[in-house]
């Protein structure tokens, strides 16, 4: 159980287009998922706290406008880059809250690959 | 805030040998939970073993213990029999409610793990 996807897992494209990458949990429901943003040989850098039906919460310094953050269901958030740069490429991870063995934590997706050209 | 140190940027191991990785963390909660996750190269974010802070007695998952000195602040990892497939990154994160209506997890930069056949 609690199983996180992403699609796609891998995405190019050109510079000044916008990308969308979605974020499911496939068997169980999330009021809260979570998008972070990993450079290489780096750790995970939170950008966004995504709750069900409300506003995300984004991290300092991480543009708003920029990546739009939607979670409209309980099972779905989505993020959109606008306007891409390759300054933007990086490994982009979700994660969903839930619980397991009676502890809160988080499941993560297996992340999604953006190549800005 | 909370912070996470890893102080070992890299590590290697024997095969079958044992190795331990090193995290501390700050803190002023009382409540909070700290993970040990592995990233190997396909960047599954993947639960390798959880310790509630109000648990005294170490956590333990097969061949994955932790050593929790919570007054020290201390939570380090120890792989026993290390076996090819535990190369990878490993994250110690500090996981506790973020007083925005949801649980936050706060990573340390990691430390990659060789593991020497």
């Known amino acids: 159980g609690a199983v996180v996807s992403q699609h796609p897992s891998r995405v190019i494209c050109k510079s000044g287009t916008s990308v969308k990458i979605e974020c499911r949990s496939l068997d169980f429901q999330a009021t809260t998922m979570f998008w972070y943003r990993q450079f290489p040989k780096q750790s995970l850098m939170l950008m966004a706290t995504?709750?069900?039906?409300?506003?995300?919460?984004?991290e300092q310094g991480v543009e708003k406008d920029k990546f739009l953050i939607n979670h409209a269901s309980l099972t779905l958030s989505t993020l959109t880059v606008t306007s891409a740069h390759p300054e933007d490429s990086s490994f982009y991870i979700c994660?969903?809250?839930?619980?397991?063995?009676?502890?809160?934590?988080?499941?993560f997706g297996p992340g999604t690959r953006l190549t800005v050209l | 805030a909370q912070t996470v140190t890893q102080s070992q940027p890299e590590m290697s191991v024997q095969e079958a040998e044992t190795v331990t990785l090193s995290c501390t963390y700050d803190?002023?909660?009382?409540?909070?939970?700290l993970f040990w996750y592995k990233q190997p190269p396909s960047r599954q974010m993947i639960l390798v073993i959880r310790q509630e802070a109000y648990k005294q007695q170490n956590a333990t998952e097969n061949r994955f213990s932790v050593n929790f000195q919570k007054a020290a602040k201390s939570f380090s990892l120890k792989i026993s029999d290390s076996q090819l497939g535990d190369a990878a990154m490993y994250f110690c994160a500090f996981h506790a409610y973020s007083g925005a209506g949801s649980y936050q997890l706060t990573f340390g930069k990691g430390t990659k793990l060789s593991v020497i056949p």
């Open positions: 803190t002023s909660e009382s409540d909070y939970y």
């Open positions: 994660s969903a809250d839930g619980t397991a063995a009676g502890v809160n934590e988080q499941f």
């Open positions: 995504s709750n069900e039906g409300s506003k995300a919460t984004y």
